[in-house]
T-cell receptor, first 113, second 112 residues
Framework: DAKTTQPTSMDCAEGRAANLPCNHS???????VYWYRQIHSQGPQYIIH???NNETNEMASLIITEDRKSSTLILPHATLRDTAVYYC??????????????FGQGTRLTINP | NAGVTQTPKFRILKIGQSMTLQCTQD?????MYWYRQDPGMGLKLIYY???????DKGEVPNGYNVSRSTTEDFPLRLELAAPSQTSVYFC???????????FGDGTRLSIL
């Protein structure tokens, strides 16, 4: 499985866009990029996933570079409740059965008032 | 919808004791998973199941057992608790084909 690299921590002002980078330079053609977050000590929460096209949902946008070696999660208008650890995970195609997620240490995002 | 429910929320065990962590989901998901999370670390997969009667090992299965007799329930058993099993345990469930996993709120377990 492809390894991901994320900054250890980031800060963002409330109301601004939070842009969280993820490097996955060894990603293969059938691997998807998933983003989850963990608020304080709660269970992780799914945010978004994609293969090669940019994706958007009610929570965030995912921008994947053309060569797929990196991606950026965008929270368009960050609020204090978005303070969490954000995990970027690369996994094989969904058709290959159970998704055995591998969580690294993620990025600790702090939203400041 | 309750989603994924884990019980108990907290537990303290003595070395050598056994216990079962309960997990139930009401979303009719085929797939269920158990993870553990040590302080300051990401989650590690212990066991998973793709349906009733089918279970398989994850990354860190030693010291644990699971069973899946119904679609809804996926209990995790610790037979001989050891201090290294002090952790937060998360259960998750999902539909097939890479659909998002839904997590419970966790069980915080201390082995003393």
């Amino acid at each position: 499985d492809a390894k991901t690299t994320q900054p250890t921590s980031m800060d963002c002002a409330e109301g601004r866009a939070a842009n969280l980078p993820c490097n996955h330079s060894t990603i293969s053609g059938n691997e998807y990029v998933y983003w989850y977050r963990q608020i304080h000590s709660q269970g992780p929460q799914y945010i978004i996933h994609g293969l090669k096209n940019n994706e958007t949902n009610e929570m965030a946008s995912l921008i994947i570079t053309e060569d797929r070696k990196s991606s950026t999660l965008i929270l368009p208008h960050a609020t204090l409740r978005d303070t969490a650890v954000y995990y970027c995970i690369v996994r094989p195609s969904p058709i290959q059965g159970a998704q055995k997620l591998v969580f690294g240490q993620g990025t600790r995002l702090t939203i400041n008032p | 919808n309750a989603g994924v429910t884990q019980t108990p929320k907290f537990r303290i065990l003595k070395i050598g004791q056994s216990m079962t962590l309960q997990c139930t989901q009401d979303m009719n998901h085929n797939y269920m998973y158990w993870y553990r999370q040590d302080p300051g670390m990401g989650l590690k997969l212990i066991y998973y199941s793709v349906g009733a009667g089918i279970t398989d090992k994850g990354e860190v299965p030693n010291g644990y057992n699971v069973s899946r007799s119904t679609t809804e329930d996926f209990p995790l058993r610790l037979e001989l608790a050891a201090p290294s099993q002090t952790s937060v345990y998360f259960c998750a469930s999902s539909l097939p084909f890479g659909q998002p996993q839904h997590f419970g709120d966790g069980t915080r377990l201390s082995i003393l």
